[in-house]
């Protein structure tokens, strides 16, 4: 997978945009995993501790760290669901894995008990960009 200029840009700025969130802080206290996001064109690992983004890895090898749960979409799908208004059922993680191609794998119980925290990271993706 070629590298483009939003993928090598787009780690600091969700790191900066997740860091700086109020709600994130006031929530996050226990949002410690790590998990990834498939978005077709690029793979995105993102470590979470106390709330914060500790790192993310761009198209991190099977090796590289351990995550306990993905979230995988068409590049498509990631796009219309990082728009500031997306189109209907691209608006959520639960609406795009009912109507459209996302789908959730893995330790689904770690993203439940995270998911007021997780939720308002997609969120924030309408901040960042989308990086594909």
Request: charged letters at 30%; aromatic letters at 10%; a negative charge.
């Amino acid at each position: 997978m070629a590298k483009t200029a939003v993928s090598d840009r787009w780690p600091d700025e969700f790191t900066r945009v997740c860091n700086q969130d109020d709600e994130l802080r006031a929530h996050g206290r226990y949002f410690d995993c790590s998990y990834l996001l498939d978005m077709e064109e690029h793979r995105y690992q993102v470590v979470m501790h106390h709330g914060a983004v500790e790192k993310i890895l761009v198209d991190p090898g099977p090796l590289d760290l351990r995550y306990q749960f993905l979230v995988r979409a068409s590049a498509d799908t990631w796009r219309e669901f990082g728009k500031k208004e997306p189109r209907p059922m691209c608006h959520g993680i639960w609406a795009a894995t009912f109507r459209e191609d996302m789908e959730l794998q893995g330790d689904l119980l770690v993203l439940m008990q995270n998911l007021r925290c997780f939720t308002r990271q997609m969120e924030l993706l309408r901040v960042s960009g989308v990086p594909v």
